[in-house]
Each structure stands twice: as structure tokens, then as C-alpha cells.
């Protein structure tokens, strides 16, 4: 259900994705982190052949890499919910590369942005002391 954006000359998949780099340009310009990239690309699995078949080369495109003050390096994916092909790459990626992979998401109820991992947690707590 999600709509494409276009904000300087960059189209986002979502508006919330859109919103998340109205973010990192305000941190950028705050000084809070050192840059960003948009949709960069990490390499899983090279491409191969086997019993005569070519199997392509599977890619994880990410929403967007944020190097921090620090020297480190988170790279972001904005989603609502986490798909199982994204499970299956996640795996892989944490396998693979040194950095953060953190998926967010904005609930204003929960202050704003805030991880999935986070988000699923606090539900699971706020469900059970209804209880």
C-alpha cells in the first residue's frame, strides 16, 4: 500500500521512507552524524553455476548507510513489518558485514523512530500487562 515520493530528485518506495531521509538531512546538518548514502548495495551470495544452471548473484539493497561520528557504520531499512525474504537476507547480511543492520519504523506512540526488534517488544510487554 505504499505510495512512491519524490524529494530532491530521489524517489523513496514510502512516505515514511521519504520521512527518514528528511531525518538523516537534519542530523547531517546538525552535525550529528558524519554522512549517509542512499540504497546501497551489499553482496550475499555471488552468482554461480551448478549442474550447467547460472544462479544470479543475490544482492541486499538497504534504504540507507549512515556513518556515525564515531567511525561506525549502520546501515537502515524503514519497513512496517519484516518479510520473510528480508529474514532470509538479514541472516545472511549479519553473517557477512561488521555493520548495525537496523530496521525502523516511526510510532508516535513510542516517541518517534524506533526499531522493529524494539517495537515488537514493547507491544509483547504492553499486551501482557493488559492481561
Given amino acids: ?52 544452471k547460472t544462479f544470479r548473484k543475490m544482492e541486499y539493497i538497504a534504504d540507507f548507510e549512515v556513518h556515525h561520528l564515531d567511525g561506525t557504520i549502520e546501515v537502515v531499512d524503514v519497513k512496517g513489518y519484516e518479510t520473510e525474504a528480508f529474514k532470509i537476507k538479514r541472516k545472511i547480511f549479519e553473517y557477512k558485514y561488521p555493520h548495525k543492520l537496523s530496521l525502523v519504523t516511526y510510532v508516535k506512540k513510542y516517541g518517534g523512530w524506533i526499531e522493529l526488534d524494539e517495537l515488537k517488544k514493547r507491544r509483547k510487554e504492553t499486551k501482557k500487562a493488559k492481561k
Avoid at 515520493?5 to 530521489?10: A, L, T
Avoid at 514510502?14 to 520521512?19: G, L, M, N, Y
Avoid at 540504497?39 to 549442474?51: A, E, G, H, T
Fill in 1 to 52: 500500500k505504499s505510495k512512491a515520493v519524490e524529494i530532491d530528485g530521489h524517489v523513496f518506495d514510502s512516505k515514511i521512507e521519504a520521512q527518514y531521509y528528511e531525518q538523516l538531512k537534519w542530523l547531517l546538518e546538525q552535525k550529528a552524524i558524519k554522512s549517509f548514502k542512499l540504497q546501497p548495495r551489499y553482496l550475499l551470495l555471488d552468482k554461480f553455476r551448478k549442474n550447467g
